[in-house]
Structure formats: C-alpha cells, structure tokens
C-alpha cells in the first residue's frame, strides 16, 4: 500500500471532468487544491483548497501555486479533459514537479507547433499550412487542393472547425477559425478520409501504456460535432497495432515523458495518421466514465500517482474485463426547452449508468456547430457491443427534449 497521507494535489480545472480526478483523489486519501475561475466549478464541491484563477493564465495559476506551496507544499499537479497542459506546465516548472515542460506542453497544444514537431519527425498526420490572412489561406489551398479543414491553432472541443470543399467559402471559416483563436493564427490542412478514433494512454518514465482506443462518431459537415463515442473501437488488433505505434511516434516527437497523452486519429488509405495529440487524458466523458465501464482500470488513479511521483501500478491500467461502453449526445432542434420527458424511465432500461442534463425546461437550445452546446450526454455498458449499441438507442429514443 502507498502512503498518500499529507499529499496535496493540485487539480488545473474544476469543472465536470476535473470533478472526476477530485473525487477520485480524495477516495484515496489525498488532499486536494483545484483552481478554476469559476466560483460554482462543480469540482469545488469536494476540493480541501480552492483558488480562483483561470485555468488559461498560465503566469497568474503558477504564481498563484507558488505563494500556496509556501504554507502547504503542493506534491502534484494535472488537468484531465482539457486543453490546459500549458497551465500545468507552468505550475511543474515554477515547483519541480512530475508533468510536462512548458515547450511539450507548447507542442501538445498550439497545432502548428504540433504539426511542424510532426513533419520533422516524420510522424504521420496531414500536411498543413499556418495563415492569418485571407491571401494566406488561398494560397494554403491551392497548394494543398480541397478539401481542406481550417481550424484554429489553439482551441478544443471543435470550435471554429470546419471542412472547406471550395475556394468560396474560405473567408467565412477562416474568419470563425480565427475569431477561436486566442493567438489570432489558424491552420489550413488536408481533410483526411476515414473513421476517427480516440486513443488513451499513459507515459512513465518514457514506456507508453495503451489505455483505450475508442470508435468517435462524428457528423454534421461541414462541422465536425462529435455525437458519441465507443469504447472499444470495432478497429482489428492489426489496425489496433498500428494505432499504437504511430501513437508512440507521435508521443515521443512531442516529448512527454512522464504522464499522459490523448490523440484523436484517421485511419486513412495510407494508414493511421494523428490529427490532434494532447499531454492529458481525455474528456468527453472518456477516460471519466467508458474507460472504466468497458475495462474495469483505473486510469485516473495511475495518473494520479505519476504526478505525485509514485511507480505505476500495472494493475490500474490491466482491464479486468471487455465490455462496451457508449456515450451519446442527445441534440435536439433549436429553440427553447418546453418538457424533458422519459428520465425515470430511461433510468431503468438495462444497461444505463448515467445522465448528464446541460439543459432545464426554460432554457435556450442554439444550433450545435461544435462540441460545445449539447443539451445531453447519456452513458450505457453491455457486454457486447450489440447489447450496449441496442441500450444506448433505446435511451435516445426515450428522452425527450422538446424544444419550440
């Protein structure tokens, strides 16, 4: 048994999915400090400690940790679920402790940095242009042919993502792309044909530990709105084996060492490519909730431990038995919410394990362009994918979210 007595972890992030790693740290004895710039962040609820800072300020959370490490020393830090890595980063240099440094974190976020590590490395994943203009983005298309994606260079969750089929509509999403970034760059790259996967893993002492490999659905072109995933991915152990080294590449070009990484992958007609590479586990309730249904690990407890500097137990990442898992977004029409219906009854359908209501009866629904704006995210298990793809429609099918 390890001693987590007097340890204090620092959790970047409150919000749902930090909520998760608060809780499950506490479970194992550890003390908790989490900062969020939101005052009702649902992970306060069970932190020891909180500071209201934002998780985007890198220099304002790093100092904000060092004045709290000089009355109560902080032993680890981590962010799961969202694209802070280069807020932890600062935090681990400004104390020495166990994570990413700021210029993998650097790498792990801003995509050009990303692709540009990527296309020295030779590490699979889309040709690429970085622009800023309109001039810019014409000329990324022309030498790179359509259909291409623009994306912003520093954003998650598909916001200001879109597909560009033709010239002509260029200036609209680049104009989106840059409105969602914080640096005012976008990128310009090769839309890569095939299905999408997410990858979970950690990384100790520079050995990668494949977590899950989930199936994302993803629709509504020309955005890219994930409407669920599924854990495990359909994909063959020949395809899973290469899923895992490219992984690999693409973990060891970006530099991390110790802790973990998420990527989102194409498997194209030359093979898987990454997209998108991350110096965290995921969120989109993946590693919170389907990870641990479908496998029976603890990936959240290992990562906890590496931040706070303990050897990985092999037994937290060892599934002790394959179910599938689904998650599901439920999007209805736009307009305003008139009656939620079917709760207690889809509560009750064999295989459910959790709601997640964003929306009340009052509420406005906005068109969903993006993986931000869901009325709902429902979560089922069975032990066959037949059984969990059957539940999770027969959940759809029963709640109701009527707008008008």
């Not at 209201?52 to 020393?73: G, H, M, Y």
């Not at 990454?274 to 407890?301: C, F, N, V, W």
Request: hydrophobic share 40%; glycine share 8%; with cysteine.
């Amino acid at each position: 048994m390890r001693n987590y007595k007097n340890k204090l972890l620092m959790v970047v992030g409150a919000g749902l999915f930090q909520a998760v790693a608060i809780k499950q740290a506490k479970e194992l004895g550890i003390e908790v400090l989490a900062t969020d710039m939101d005052k009702n962040a649902p992970g306060f609820r069970y932190a020891d400690y909180t500071g209201l800072v934002s998780t985007r300020d890198i220099e304002a959370t790093a100092e904000f940790a060092k004045e709290f490490n000089k009355k109560r020393r902080i032993d680890g830090v981590l962010t799961i679920g969202t694209d802070v890595s280069q807020t932890v980063a600062g935090v681990v240099s400004a104390l020495g402790l166990i994570g990413p440094d700021p210029e993998t974190a650097l790498r792990a976020t801003n995509k050009a940095r990303m692709r540009e590590c990527f296309r020295e490395h030779g590490v699979p994943s889309p040709d690429f242009r970085e622009v800023v203009t309109i001039e810019e983005g014409c000329d990324a298309i022309r030498q790179l042919g359509t259909p291409v994606v623009v994306k912003p260079v520093d954003n998650m969750g598909a916001r200001g993502v879109r597909k560009v089929e033709y010239e002509d509509d260029l200036p609209s999403a680049l104009k989106d792309a840059l409105r969602n970034s914080r640096v005012g760059s976008a990128i310009i790259e090769e839309y890569m044909h095939g299905p999408e996967l997410s990858v979970d893993t950690l990384v100790y002492r520079g050995k990668v530990h494949l977590l899950t490999i989930a199936d994302r659905h993803i629709e509504r072109e020309p955005y890219f709105v994930e409407t669920g995933h599924t854990v495990w991915s359909a994909i063959d152990e020949h395809t899973k084996q290469q899923v895992l080294d490219v992984m690999i590449q693409g973990i060891r070009a970006i530099g991390i060492e110790n802790g973990a990484s998420k990527a989102d992958m194409k498997i194209t007609s030359d093979g898987p490519k990454i997209g998108e590479i991350t110096a965290r586990l995921s969120g989109g309730y993946h590693s919170q909730y389907t990870d641990p249904l479908a496998t029976g690990m603890r990936s959240i407890k290992a990562a906890i431990d590496i931040a706070l500097g303990f050897e990985l137990d092999i037994n937290d990442i060892t599934p002790t038995r394959s179910y599938t898992a689904c998650e599901r977004a439920i999007i209805p029409h736009p307009g305003k919410v008139t009656a939620i219906r079917g709760l207690d009854e889809a509560r009750r359908i064999p295989g459910f394990n959790h709601i997640f209501m964003h929306v009340a009866v009052g509420d406005v629904v906005q068109p969903v362009i993006s993986n931000m704006g869901k009325a709902a995210n429902i979560i089922c298990s069975a032990p066959t994918r037949e059984e969990a793809f059957e539940c999770a429609q027969k959940i759809l099918d029963t709640v109701q979210i009527i707008t008008g």
